[in-house]
């Protein structure tokens, strides 16, 4: 009797959740077609990656060939899966990887100075008190809300009187130090309970080692959201290599010079697409659950 009285009571918990199931099929629908015609390009340009340069050259020639009512072919197969593509690009034409190398350098160093530095900032704005907090807070946010073209005059004064102008430090340095990342994560290191960091004080743990410790190890997921975040800008860098690196061309990244090497078809363009775009998917890969808690986690707080 006991059974049967649990089985009808579970029922309607079960058809409440049937009902809401129905009801999220078309959003379901609805978002995986969107996502489908997101992700078209990517695969798209993967697929072209594996066309021989001759047939891709063919392929690109057929470019404005047809009238307003007509639409360029688009082939959904090759003639023959071919590495060709790939082989020029890493073996005989290194153009293409020397930029890649300085876009993967420039994002690198980047991500380094800003895992020293940002952290550190963003716990003393939040867990230290001290006589003109406020005031660089509030500092911190102004410079956020200011587009790139506001400060850049500032920024190529201040580098050329420091020497620092179409050299490779004229890139990492201003991008080391972004007020939005320690906006974020302050933001979210204001939220942890003040009573976990004075448990481990009064266990003995000095500041220092509450920091190492306990407060990055909690704040994983915004540090990780973070960090896919700024890979993005700065895979994606073409203001400041355009102003800071006037004279050095030598030294821009790949996502400056990309549509310059291939304004006539080189058979390659494919290759160096997927190429360029491989980093920032395995990125968004590695840090997909990281990015996904950070913005809830910080919402929530």
């Known amino acids: 009797m006991d059974k049967a009285a649990t089985y009808g009571a579970r029922r309607p918990g079960r058809r409440r959740v049937r009902r809401l199931k129905k009801r999220h099929i078309l959003p379901r629908l609805l978002l995986t077609l969107l996502a489908l015609i997101i992700l078209l390009p990517v695969f798209v340009t993967g697929l072209y990656s594996f066309f021989s340069p001759e047939e891709i050259k063919a392929f690109m020639e057929t470019r404005g060939s047809f009238d307003a009512s007509s639409l360029m072919e688009v082939k959904l197969a090759p003639d023959m899966f071919s590495l060709s593509q790939y082989y020029h690009?890493?073996?005989?034409?290194?153009?293409?990887?020397?930029?890649?190398?300085?876009?993967?350098?420039?994002?690198?160093?980047?991500?380094?100075?800003?895992?020293?530095?940002?952290?550190?900032?963003?716990?003393?704005?939040?867990?230290?008190?001290?006589?003109?907090?406020?005031?660089?807070f509030f500092l911190v946010i102004m410079l956020m809300l200011l587009p790139f073209q506001v400060t850049m005059v500032p920024n190529v004064l201040t580098l050329r009187s420091l020497g620092l102008l179409d050299t490779v430090w004229a890139i990492i340095l201003p991008m080391a130090i972004q007020p939005f990342y320690i906006f974020l994560v302050r933001q979210y290191m204001v939220s942890l309970p003040s009573e976990m960091i004075g448990a481990a004080q009064i266990d003995g743990a000095g500041t220092v080692r509450c920091f190492f410790h306990l407060v990055l190890p909690v704040c994983k997921p915004i540090l990780g959201c973070a960090a896919a975040l700024s890979f993005a800008d700065c895979w994606n860098l073409v203001e400041q290599p355009l102003t800071y690196l006037t004279t050095n061309t030598q030294l821009y990244p790949l996502s400056v010079v990309f549509n310059q090497l291939t304004e006539t078809s080189t058979g390659v363009e494919f290759a160096g697409a997927a190429l360029y775009t491989l980093p920032a998917l395995l990125i968004y890969l590695f840090f997909q659950e990281d990015i996904l808690t950070g913005v809830q986690l910080t919402e929530l707080k």
């Open 89 to 136: 690009i890493l073996i005989e034409d290194m153009t293409i990887l020397r930029y890649f190398v300085n876009s993967a350098m420039y994002a690198g160093a980047i991500l380094l100075g800003q895992a020293l530095l940002i952290p550190m900032m963003a716990y003393a704005l939040s867990r230290f008190r001290f006589p003109g907090r406020d005031a660089l």
